[in-house]
């Protein structure tokens, strides 16, 4: 049997077979299949396909498939805090490489004054990229808010007060503070809050 | 087989994503749901027929990795074929470099028939098979996604990596395959 020159009804027939056709148009293919004996045909070769097809596709299990991408989709969705870790904004950037070169500092001068081996490898401190433009304010004294329960008074120990006496000296609370001055010695540079996130969830 | 992009009740593909985004693991289960038959359908169609379900889970995995890549300019469904399609022949070629048996080459079977099951399986549905089995690979893909999938001819032509008139002329050298292999 030739086939049908309506190409335009033709190509709507699969359409028509899904029920997917506007009303209209649904309309113009049965207009013509009522006197086109070809397209009946073509309609039920369509139809017959796709019934086979789909009794003859393979069973799958969604609701397992559903579970593997649920786990495997958590650490997607995490993966811009990864990248974000990964690939710090410079902002971020340029605050950790002023806090290594302090603490290259710090460790250097602790090894000219006392003699010792600077406990930071000097390599560290030659990777490290240049320090940001904005000079660094002298630190600014905090009203201590000291409580009975602190008794560390060195928690709001400004960057002059740390007398070079090399970065294994420093506590813990040294550290923060110093850590601490940084935020402030740089204050137009842009903190993103996502590095944070990222750096705490790291660590 | 219509276009599973939501009814009334039921939201959007766009939506649902935006949702998993956010954190709503069940809008990942309606996706999977959604589209899991049709995508399966057209691995099936691919010539896997083991591997069905590990082609499907891979294709989901993948896409819902890069949803943030996904820009909408396709249907979620288009997408997922076209990951899925790029899977299947990723492992058509390392099974070629393996040196083991590929059983995905053009006009190769689609998939291997239990006699038993042909025995008492309907006679037209069981021609019809064997007639699209035997179409070209690529005349297989298309007819499929038209017939199965009601997929228009731009969508087919995205997943295939093919035009809209070639799909169109695939879709009809199938038909006229399948007619005169069932001598209709």
């Not at chain 1, 990864?82 to 290594?100: D, E, G, I, S, Y």
């Not at chain 1, 401190?125 to 304010?137: D, E, K």
């Not at chain 2, 995995?61 to 300019?73: P, Q, V």
């Amino acid at each position: 049997m030739s086939e049908c020159t309506r190409s335009e009804i033709r190509d709507r027939l699969p359409d028509y077979v899904n029920g997917t056709l506007p009303s209209r148009a649904r309309a113009e293919v049965e207009a013509h299949l009522a006197s086109c004996e070809r397209c009946r045909a073509e309609v039920s070769l369509v139809t017959a396909a796709r019934d086979m097809i789909v009794r003859r596709t393979p069973t799958v299990n969604a609701a397992r498939i559903s579970a593997a991408v649920r786990k495997a989709g958590a650490p997607a969705r995490e993966g811009a805090r990864a990248r974000t870790l990964a690939h710090p904004r410079p902002a971020f950037a340029w605050r950790a490489a002023a806090a290594v070169l302090i603490l290259g500092a710090a460790a250097y001068a602790g090894y000219a004054v006392r003699g010792k081996p600077a406990p930071v490898p000097a390599p560290i401190v030659a990777v490290a990229p240049a320090p940001p433009t904005t000079p660094i304010p002298a630190p600014r004294p905090k009203p201590s808010t000291n409580t009975s329960t602190n008794t560390n008074t060195n928690t709001s120990t400004p960057l002059a007060s740390l007398t070079f006496g090399g970065v294994d000296d420093l506590t813990p609370a040294q550290a923060a503070a110093m850590m601490q001055e940084l935020d402030h010695a740089a204050p137009t540079l842009d903190a993103d809050p996502a590095s944070e996130i990222a750096l705490e969830t790291a660590s | 087989m219509t276009q599973p992009q939501g009814t009334p009740d039921e939201p959007a593909d766009r939506a649902l994503i935006e949702r998993w985004q956010a954190g709503d693991e069940r809008a990942a289960t309606l996706l999977v749901e959604r589209h899991t038959p049709s995508l399966a359908r057209f691995v099936a169609s691919l010539g896997v027929s083991d591997e069905v379900e590990d082609v499907v889970q891979e294709a989901f995995i993948k896409a819902f990795a890069s949803l943030e890549g996904f820009r909408g300019e396709s249907s979620l469904r288009t997408w997922l074929c076209t990951i899925a399609r790029n899977l299947v022949r990723d492992r058509v070629r390392s099974l070629k470099f393996e040196g083991k048996q590929v059983e995905l080459e053009e006009d190769h079977a689609v998939t291997e028939h239990d006699p038993l099951d042909d025995a008492v399986a309907d006679e037209m549905e069981s021609k019809m098979a064997s007639a699209v089995e035997r179409l070209t690979k690529m005349q297989r893909e298309v007819f499929t996604l038209r017939v199965a999938e009601g997929m228009s001819y731009k969508e087919i032509a995205a997943v295939v990596g093919s035009t809209e008139g070639a799909a169109r002329v695939h879709y009809h050298n199938a038909i006229k395959a399948i007619k005169e292999l069932l001598n209709v």
